[in-house]
């Protein structure tokens, strides 16, 4: 396999985001499941005294006690059901023919749904434009609520960190933008009507930027951008590809949200590799 060729400042990022010096040398193709920490169990030196070790063993049972069914959830109404896709449309037909200054204005001002209420900034994106990637985060924490700014903080640093390994910045190549424009309460997931009013904004957006490749950070993003309910871990590691209502295929690679690397370290190594198959993506 030919040598992956670093020049000094990818160097110097890699090391920054805590690649192993490994991977400094070569990223193989596909790189084992880190190794989990098994915990020893001590051996047991201490002596029973006689009367427990003459004492008889309790029977075991035969047979685990079934457990009781669950009860099924209800079925959502017609009307529930058809609510977050009638949204959805609503969205969709005002934004068909925004530029991307209107359809920024659109969302600042979105009151599609119950987020509005609770929000200090919607999160419009930021970044190149035009860009030759964009990335697809799943909604605004904190920091973007408070700043109106996606991948701000520490997730942010990393996340530039990790596109300036790759020769990349949001100044220069990469527009950022999030599957969810407005901060779910508590950071919790969006519910199906949040997603439906502001999935069309994030397609309008995909329209107007035209990126090379769409990279997809986290499970939830990646599910709800390729139409899916696959982990994370069977999506991450190959190419995917969107088709836009123009007909035009934009391959789309996923990867881990970088709160999650900052939580789990170990997987730094594996969205290096997502982001070296997201530079041979086309």
Request: hydrophobic fraction near 40%; proline fraction near 10%.
């Amino acid at each position: 396999m030919a040598e992956l060729r670093v020049n000094p400042l990818q160097r110097l990022w890699l090391r920054e985001i805590g690649i192993e010096k490994t991977w400094l040398r070569g990223a193989p193709d596909s790189a084992p499941a880190p190794a989990r920490d098994v915990q020893a169990r001590p051996a047991v030196t201490a002596q029973a005294p006689p009367a427990a070790r003459s004492a008889p063993e309790a029977p075991r049972p035969s047979r685990p006690e079934p457990r009781p069914a669950s009860k099924p959830e209800p079925a959502p109404t017609v009307a529930e059901a058809s609510a977050p896709a009638s949204a959805g449309i609503e969205v969709a037909r005002r934004v068909a023919g925004f530029d991307l200054a209107q359809l920024q204005q659109e969302v600042l001002a979105c009151t599609a749904c119950g987020l509005c209420q609770g929000r200090k900034h919607a999160v419009f994106g930021d970044g190149a434009r035009p860009a030759r990637w964009l990335v697809v985060g799943e909604a605004p924490g904190e920091q973007e609520d408070r700043r109106g700014l996606p991948f701000v903080g520490r997730s942010g640093q990393l996340l530039d960190a990790m596109l300036a390994s790759v020769g990349m910045s949001r100044e220069r190549d990469v527009f950022i933008a999030n599957v969810i424009k407005c901060r779910p309460p508590g950071n919790r997931n969006p519910k199906p009507e949040e997603i439906a009013a502001c999935s069309p904004y994030l397609m309008r957006q995909i329209a107007l930027l035209e990126p090379e490749r769409i990279l997809v950070l986290g499970r939830f993003a990646a599910q709800t951008l390729l139409g899916t309910d696959a982990t994370i871990g069977s999506l991450r590691g190959r190419r995917h590809v969107l088709k836009t209502e123009a007909g035009r295929e934009i391959p789309v690679v996923v990867s881990y949200h970088p709160a999650y690397l900052l939580r789990s370290p170990s997987e730094k190594a594996r969205a290096w590799q997502d982001l070296q198959l997201a530079l041979r993506a086309a």
